[in-house]
């Protein structure tokens, strides 16, 4: 089983939606929590951190599930500049690095 | 601004060749990284150092080493590349969890 398991989507939603995405992690005792997005041909960057109480960006909500060990990001009144992937990111207990997942696409539509 | 910068963008190598790749941070980081990324497998974590002249294999070292002789670099090295080493390649430097991306070198190995 992957650390890290995201639907790679693509997911294809009309300017204004909302759309969720959930990414779940193997390691229970995983501590630290992560949105990254990557736009196309582009690099990585941080989106936000998820913290435990969940929290909120903007039109970006984090949400963490311990109990099911699931991570979630909602978008709201999608834009077309949302148009990414976003990566699930995890800190997996006594490994120094951080451990990605392989992104969820999201297409934003006229 | 921090700025993560990879010495080129593209690299066309032959099969058994000895490659380079090189990383600078301005930031004063202590953590740098080097990661490949392929379609459909995510980034990858190949080494990663902590500090001058200290590395940590990642989740796929084979083929690989790294060198870090001054804080602000890090090099990856291909000891004799291999087709299956034709990638996106992206350095990283920064905090625990907040990492910054290089623009990535897209390496072919013919």
């Known amino acids: 089983r992957k650390e890290v398991e995201q639907d790679p989507g693509p997911f294809n939603v009309p300017e204004g939606a909302t759309v969720a995405f959930n990414c779940t992690y193997s390691?229970?005792?995983?501590?630290?929590f992560f949105w990254y997005r990557q736009d196309c041909r582009k690099e990585p960057k941080l989106l936000m951190s998820?913290?435990?109480s969940g929290n909120e960006d903007g039109r970006f909500t984090a949400q963490l599930n311990r109990a099911s060990q699931y991570i979630s990001l909602l978008i709201r009144d999608s834009k077309l500049s949302d148009s990414a992937t976003y990566l699930c990111?995890?800190?997996?207990?006594?490994?120094?690095?951080?451990?990605f997942g392989s992104g969820t696409r999201l297409q934003v539509q006229p | 601004d921090v700025k993560v910068t990879q010495s080129s963008r593209y690299l066309v190598k032959r099969t058994g060749e000895k490659v380079f790749l090189e990383c600078v941070q301005d930031?004063?980081?202590?953590?740098m990284f080097w990661y490949r990324q392929d379609p459909g497998l995510g980034l990858r974590l190949i080494y990663f150092?902590?500090?001058?002249?200290?590395?940590e294999k990642g989740d796929i070292p084979e083929g690989y080493s790294v060198s870090r002789e001054k804080k602000e670099r890090f090099s990856l090295i291909l000891e004799s590349a291999s087709t299956n080493q034709t990638s996106m390649y992206l350095c990283?430097?920064?905090?625990?969890?907040?990492?910054?991306f290089g623009p990535g070198t897209r390496l072919t190995v013919t």
């Open positions: 990283a430097s920064g905090l625990r969890y907040e990492q910054y």
């Open positions: 390691n229970s005792a995983s501590q630290s």
């Open positions: 998820v913290y435990s």
């Open positions: 990111v995890v800190n997996p207990p006594g490994r120094r690095a951080l451990t």
């Open positions: 930031m004063d980081h202590e953590n």
């Open positions: 150092s902590y500090d001058v002249k200290m590395k």
